[in-house]
Each structure stands twice: as structure tokens, then as C-alpha cells.
């Protein structure tokens, strides 16, 4: 028996949304309740939220094609302004209610004019009888557009007089949605997190068909044991999965162990899945560029994705500046005579006191002065640096990448003062170019 349960739908439909979306079930159930039958009018608009990777789009879609339920699907990021948004629904729309699967272009540019066509839309006779759906995904761009655009959609069935349930979909919550002014309150529902149990499951369903359910279950648990405190992404979990898994049946493969010897797996897999751990969420290198790699014999934790090259990025002065910075955060003011002036003559001899025979790296950086900064990037380029409005500019942008952090306001009568926030490793591998 199917753990979901409708009049409508027969079972076997039933058993088929289950087994293609695992651990969903409880949403899904609510999701049909409030759909009802096919003619009912459903709730006018629903509010579906989560963090990314829960399931909430896909659910959705996979739920409106199976059962074959009307509905216009639209992406918001694809829609810059109301008018394209109220145009592509228009558009899908036309799919639903015309016999050709080409629609013609219609030209919406108020949400009057919308209404009015989306009645007329709905007028053709497969529509009359069936809720309409419309999907709104990335929902928090409506918030960007005009200020009657989210109230209008969220009553839409009572604007228009028809059969349709609006529903938005979107990673946050719906108190940043409101409008002070007040609007009709949709119906939330609330896509949680998979929990590692759920994620296993999920990926263990991906199994080659050479290999054992158990084998694979087994690689999927070593899997999450070393990336599920990093990585909930269920997309980049499965990607993962497919990128190592041949790494680590190799041993099998060549004769080397069978599918239960998994101590044997796990220390040929380990030192590949540490290198993996540096390119979560990066996507730095293809597959193919991975695979390769994974056959070279190097130091293991070395890879060479852009996380090793940024300093290619930055213009010219800037890696100087970014230098020159480092050295301003690490180095103590008074050092600046002794370090950066060729012809200083003889220094005073200084004893450190307590505080000071500490390692600088290990109290962190120490915000500088925007004219020291320039001081010592004056002293450590070859050639004559001269002033100019494009060195500044180069400030502001290190300080947008958040390479450098600005220390109170930029316009105290003092100056702005700047702290370096990159590392030790980062600045050599900009020092060699």
C-alpha cells in the first residue's frame, strides 16, 4: 500500500511519485490535500520555502506532470522586469489552452491588461473545468519589481474569477516577503533539510547495475562519513559520488579485493576524497580534468584549480598593492625605515618587550593607514608609480573582493584605514609573478 492515499489518482500513480521522490513523502501529502479533486478551487496561493537542494522545485514539477495537472511553470531570475514575468505566463499559457504547440507572442504591459487576458485565456474549454496552476520558482526576485505585482498574484483567483493557485517557491521565508501595507496570506509549507539517513537513501538509489545495492550503499556511507559535516547539497553529493566511485571499486576491478573487504577500499579512496574536499562548491576542474589527476602521482591535498591561481585574476598594481598591504597588517610601523628605505643609515638597537616576541601572524592583522600603504607600495615597484585615480579604484575593488577590509568610515579626516585579510600562502603565490 502507498504511504500516499487520493480518490483521484490511482495507486499505481500513487506508488510511482514515491519511489521516484524518496523522503518527500509527508510534503507530498499535503501538497494533495490541498489540491483536492482536479475542478475543486484550491487555495488561491501557497508559499513553498527551504534551503537550496530540498527537493522543493523538483517535487513540485514531478508532481504537476505526472498527475498532468494545467500549470505554467516560469523561473522569476529569467524575468528582469513584471512585463517579461507577465508575458511568459501569458505565453504558457497559451501552450495549455491551443491546440498548437506553438504560442503567439502577446504583448502585457500592466497587471490590468494581465488579468484581463488571463481570462480570456482561460476561457478555452480544457480549462474551465481544472484548477490552473502557476508556479513562480525564485520567487524572492518579485520583491525587485513593482510593489502591486505580489499582492496581485497572491489573489489572483479572486481578481480574475477562476480556478487558479498561485504558488511561490523560494529559499526564504516569508516574513522578508510582507508588504508593510499587508496583503492575503498565503498558505505556507516548509521543505526541511535531508537529514544524512535521507541523503543516503536518495544516493543509494543511483547504484550501477553492475555492482551490488549493498557495495554501493556501502561507498555512499564512507561518502557522507567525510563530507556530510561540509556538504548538505544533495546535487553536489551526487555529483561526488559519480565523480570518486570508480576510485574506489578500483581495487575490485583489478582483483585486488572484493566488495566486502571495505578497509582495503577505504585506504585507496582516502587520500582522493581529501583532494575532493577542496573543490566542494568550486567546480574548479571538469570530470575528465578530475580523472586525470586522480592518475597522476603527486602530493595527495595538492590540487591545482583556481584556488591556486587567483592571483591571475588581479591587474598589475593590484597584487602590489595586496602585497604591500600584507606587509603593512604584519609589520609593525617603526620596521618601515629598516625595511623600505635603502639608505637608513644605522639603527638604534631595540629590545622587544613581552607582547612583541609574539608571532604577528598569530595576533592577526593590524589595520595601516591608506598613506603608509602607498608608502611601501612606492618602495616595492621597480619603476615610478605615479598617483592616479586608477591606483584608487584598485583599493576600492581588493576592498569589494574582501581582500581588504576598510577600518571605520573612508571619509574620517584622518583617512581611511585598510586591513589585509588573505593569507600567507595566498600573497607568495601572488609574490612569484
Known amino acids: 500500500m502507498p504511504t500516499l492515499e487520493h480518490p483521484e489518482y490511482p495507486e499505481a500513480t500513487l506508488l510511482h511519485l514515491e519511489s521516484i521522490m524518496p523522503c518527500r513523502e509527508s510534503q507530498m501529502s499535503t501538497l494533495l490535500s490541498i489540491f483536492g479533486e482536479r475542478q475543486q478551487y484550491s487555495f488561491p496561493s501557497i508559499f513553498i520555502y527551504g534551503h537550496t537542494s530540498s527537493g522543493k522545485t523538483y ?59 488571463f481570462k480570456q485565456e482561460t476561457m478555452a474549454e480544457e480549462l474551465q473545468n481544472e484548477t490552473i496552476y502557476i508556479v513562480l520558482d525564485k520567487a524572492e526576485q518579485l520583491r525587485e519589481m513593482e510593489a502591486n505585482v505580489l499582492p496581485a498574484f497572491l489573489r489572483l483567483q479572486e481578481l480574475a474569477d477562476r480556478n487558479v493557485t498561485v504558488i511561490l517557491v523560494t529559499e526564504i ?82 582483483g585486488e579485493a572484493n566488495e566486502r573487504d571495505t578497509r582495503r577500499l577505504w585506504k ?34 595538492q590540487v591545482k584549480g583556481l584556488s591556486a591561481h587567483t592571483h591571475v585574476e588581479l591587474p598589475y598594481y593590484s597584487k602590489f598593492l595586496l602585497i604591500a598591504a600584507y606587509l603593512a597588517s604584519y609589520n609593525p610601523s617603526r620596521t618601515d625605515k629598516r625595511f623600505f628605505l635603502k639608505h637608513h643609515g644605522k639603527m638604534k638597537k631595540t629590545f622587544l618587550n613581552k607582547h612583541e616576541k609574539t608571532s604577528n601572524h598569530l595576533l592577526g592583522p593590524k589595520p595601516f593607514p591608506l598613506d603608509r600603504l602607498l608608502a611601501i607600495l612606492y618602495s616595492i615597484v621597480d619603476k615610478r608609480v605615479v598617483p592616479t585615480g586608477n591606483i584608487f579604484s584598485q583599493i576600492s575593488s581588493l576592498v569589494t573582493l574582501q581582500l581588504l577590509t576598510l577600518v571605520g568610515h573612508d571619509d574620517q579626516l584622518d583617512g581611511p584605514r585598510y586591513k589585509c585579510t588573505v593569507s600567507l600562502d595566498f600573497i607568495r603565490a601572488i609574490a612569484r609573478i
Not at 67 to 95: A, D, G, M, W, Y
Not at 101 to 114: E, I, P, V
Not at 211 to 218: E, I, K, L, Q, R
Open 268 to 301: 585507496n579512496i582516502e587520500s582522493h576524497l581529501k583532494k575532493a574536499m577542496q573543490t566542494v562548491y568550486l567546480r574548479e576542474l571538469s570530470s575528465s580534468q578530475w580523472e586525470r589527476l586522480q592518475q597522476d602521482e603527486g602530493e595527495p591535498g
Open 59 to 117: 517535487v513540485l514539477q514531478t508532481l504537476l506532470k505526472t498527475l498532468k495537472l494545467p500549470h505554467v511553470f516560469v523561473n522569476c531570475v529569467e524575468c528582469s522586469t513584471s512585463r517579461l514575468l507577465l508575458e511568459k505566463i501569458l505565453s504558457q499559457l497559451q501552450s495549455l489552452s491551443s491546440k498548437t504547440k506553438h504560442a503567439s507572442h502577446t504583448s502585457c504591459d500592466t497587471l490590468n491588461q494581465f488579468v484581463y487576458l
Open 173 to 254: 521565508v516569508w516574513e522578508l516577503f510582507r508588504p508593510s501595507t499587508g496583503c492575503f496570506e498565503p498558505l505556507t509549507l516548509y521543505f526541511p533539510d535531508y537529514s544524512i539517513g535521507h541523503l543516503q537513501k536518495i544516493l543509494s538509489h543511483d547504484h550501477p547495475p553492475e555492482y551490488s545495492a549493498d557495495f554501493y550503499a556501502a561507498y555512499i556511507n564512507i561518502l557522507l562519513g567525510v563530507f556530510y559535516t561540509v556538504c548538505r547539497d544533495l546535487k553536489e553529493l551526487r555529483h561526488l559520488a559519480a565523480l570518486n566511485f570508480s576510485k574506489y571499486c578500483e581495487p575490485v576491478v583489478k
